[in-house]
């Protein structure tokens, strides 16, 4: 039956159990392990997860697809709760701009950034749009992603927001992954608002918001509250109206200055904050104290050279980290969820544990999914990836290399390294 299936025998499986985010040290360093153990999954539903010979013993097994994972670790499909994957256009010229000692910002101001992949989107076509993006996904899974964000922002017009949202839809229905649509309208001022940032704010809640609402297309509202971007006044106006509107709320906060994004986030009781490169205190402190998700983007940091955010800190401080890659074609091209727990455990100070709990369940916390992913707990997804070590801390130390050797969606196999290494003898 499809969607039936066990996973037994397995060096470990890494249940990340709960339905909520885990805050702070001693919750993310406690990733559940289970030695020698085995999944049920019943009509694409985990049934049973535990030591193998106390979850088959009994059990008529008839039916299920069986996979042996002895010397595998099992863990929960990996949330990445922060991309921009649907896009037309590349900007690889640009990161020789920034390696010849421009900013990310300078390059932004001058209609670049951000500026050039919306003229690029605007031109393309839905289907071509699709295509890119289902390549995304496909590569996306191939390092045990089940669960995806992807955000609008490169249209900043009606039409091409919806266009962007509307193939993001499409993806979702076709493709197995999962896909979390978020609205960001406010993404940057487009050239037909250029220095009129308050009057481009009431075009996207008067005009596209509500036409995003109305027609379904968003669960998420997010904004880029960044100096010379909006400012932190704009982004609450904006963020309330999308909250009115019926969007659950997220930021792209302090990612390069120090602007209060944190802080905002709290305020307006955010699910998840993002970046925080430059997050103060006193907003790591509030995101803690409201359980605002602070998703960590640690590829970005690398690659635009900024410091990285303080993760060490905010666990400390009591806060759910998430960890997720950004994927976009300019501050940071890539989807590499093992480069990611790399770069957080080697420079933010995650031990392995926490990387893997931010990658999982607090993913899923940030997209508002951690009642039915992130964790191998009975009544969620069968969303799982079989490693090709026995051990979660493979991830981390396989610098930015994939170790995933199957993915498991809602119990179907849709992916297998093994079926597809080259035979060199
Ligand atoms: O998360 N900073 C704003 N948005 C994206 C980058 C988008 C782009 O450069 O195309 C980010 O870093
Ligand atoms: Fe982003």
Known sequence: MPG???VKNAAQVVTCSGFGPRCGAQQMNDPGIIEDGAVVIRNGLIEAVGPTGRVLS?????????????GKAVLPGFVDSHTHLVFGGYRAEEFSWRLAGQSYMEILRRGGGILSTVRATRKAGPAELAEAGRRRLDSMLSFG??????????GLDLETEIKQLEVMAELNRRHPLDVVPTFLGAHAVPPEYKGRADDYVDFVIREVMP???????????????????????????LLEAARQMGFRLTLHADEIVSLGGAELAAELEAVSADHLLQASDAGIAALARKKVVATLLPGTAFSLKEPYARGREMIDAGCAVALATDLNPGS???ESVPLVMALACLYMKLTPEEAVCAMTINGAAAVDRA????????GKYGDLVILEFPSYRFIPYHVGVSCVEKVIKKGDLVFDKTGMEAKTC
């Open 211 to 237: 036409e995003v609402a109305a027609r379904g297309l968003a669960e998420f509202c997010d904004v880029f509250c960044e100096q010379n971007v909006f400012s932190v006044d704009q982004s609450r106006r």
């Open 4 to 6: 039936d299936l066990i």
């Open 371 to 378: 009642e039915t992913v992130g964790s191998l707990d009975p």
């Open 58 to 70: 009994g059990m008529d097994t008839s039916g299920f697809r069986v996979i042996d994972a002895a």
């Open 145 to 154: 992603v089940t669960t995806v964000e992807g955000k609008s922002g490169y």
């Open 332 to 334: 940071c091209f890539s």
